[in-house]
């Protein structure tokens, strides 16, 4: 009987001592997936950290680009002494001044470029000339575009007193205060003449179905390498579903 007792009391004991081990072995199990998920997640906070830093510095990259400091600035005649003796370039800027009367520039640094004209180009009709006030805000809406057609900006600007470099054309367009669209053209260095120049922009086509229609805002700069701005327009357009009547 004793040893019935005995093979039972055994038998639990066997039994709760493998339960005790299985316990032990599940607690084991059970800390190394917990460390291993500290483990990973470090892993994934490390990468984080690694991805928000790489965003930081591409963002201190393009901050240190947008404070790029160009070499000085010289006047046209300074332009034409400097590297006389380099017979390509020369050629080059003579190339590039053209006809210039230096006596007429003088020796101003500074380039000016004076916007005269904006239109829209549209094939089958007539050009919208849209006049340019001088605060650069136009009252209501600008101009109206038909959806789904296809357009070209096209404007006239003049440049005097020096080479102005870089000058280009950057759009901004928003709508229900969301920003929609933003564009950037590069136009290209100028000298100064009397004559006007003329720029037509590439093709574009406007937006079209039902959530297309409606009111926009839009931001319109002219610009040159320096970042300095010769135009700002502020204005309202509207995308309908014919053009606007004449």
């Given at each position: 009987?004793?040893l019935?007792v005995g093979?039972?009391?055994?038998?639990?004991?066997?039994?709760?001592?493998?339960?005790k081990?299985?316990?032990?072995?599940?607690?084991?199990?059970?800390?190394?997936?917990?460390?291993?998920?500290?483990?990973?997640?470090?892993?994934?906070s490390?990468?984080t950290?690694e991805?928000?830093?790489?965003?930081?510095?591409?963002e201190?990259?393009d901050?240190?680009?947008?404070?790029?400091?160009?070499g000085?600035?010289?006047?046209?005649k300074?332009?034409l002494?400097?590297?006389k003796?380099?017979e390509?370039?020369?050629?080059?800027?003579?190339?590039?001044l053209?006809?210039?009367d230096?006596?007429?520039?003088?020796e101003?640094l500074?380039?000016?470029?004076?916007?005269?004209?904006?239109?829209?180009i549209?094939?089958?009709r007539s050009?919208?000339v849209?006049?340019?006030?001088?605060?650069?805000?136009?009252n209501?809406?600008?101009?109206?575009l038909k959806?789904?057609?296809?357009?070209k900006?096209?404007f006239s600007?003049?440049?005097?007193?020096?080479?102005?470099?870089?000058?280009?054309?950057t759009?901004?367009?928003?709508?229900?205060?969301?920003?929609?669209d933003s564009?950037?053209?590069?136009?290209?260095?100028?000298?100064?003449q009397i004559?006007p120049y003329?720029h037509?922009?590439?093709?574009?086509?406007?937006?079209?179905?039902m959530?297309?229609?409606?009111?926009?805002?839009?931001?319109?700069?002219?610009?040159?390498d320096d970042?300095?701005?010769?135009l700002e327009?502020?204005y309202?357009f509207?995308?309908?579903?014919?053009?606007a009547?004449?």
């Amino acid at each position: 009987m004793s040893l019935a007792v005995g093979a039972v009391s055994s038998s639990k004991n066997m039994g709760f001592d493998e339960n005790k081990e299985e316990g032990e072995k599940s607690t084991r199990e059970i800390e190394e997936a917990k460390q291993e998920g500290d483990d990973e997640g470090g892993k994934i906070s490390r990468q984080t950290s690694e991805a928000s830093l790489y965003a930081t510095d591409l963002e201190e990259e393009d901050d240190e680009r947008s404070k790029l400091q160009l070499g000085p600035q010289y006047t046209l005649k300074e332009q034409l002494e400097k590297d006389k003796d380099d017979e390509s370039l020369r050629r080059w800027k003579e190339q590039l001044l053209g006809s210039v009367d230096l006596n007429n520039v003088g020796e101003t640094l500074e380039p000016d470029v004076k916007i005269f004209c904006l239109s829209i180009i549209s094939p089958g009709r007539s050009d919208i000339v849209l006049p340019i006030p001088e605060d650069g805000k136009p009252n209501g809406i600008w101009f109206t575009l038909k959806e789904g057609s296809k357009y070209k900006l096209k404007f006239s600007f003049q440049v005097s007193n020096n080479i102005v470099s870089g000058l280009k054309y950057t759009n901004s367009v928003w709508k229900t205060g969301i920003k929609v669209d933003s564009s950037k053209e590069m136009i290209g260095t100028f000298s100064p003449q009397i004559e006007p120049y003329t720029h037509i922009m590439h093709e574009e086509t406007t937006p079209s179905g039902m959530f297309s229609r409606g009111s926009y805002s839009a931001r319109s700069k002219f610009l040159d390498d320096d970042n300095k701005c010769y135009l700002e327009i502020n204005y309202g357009f509207d995308i309908r579903k014919e053009w606007a009547s004449t």
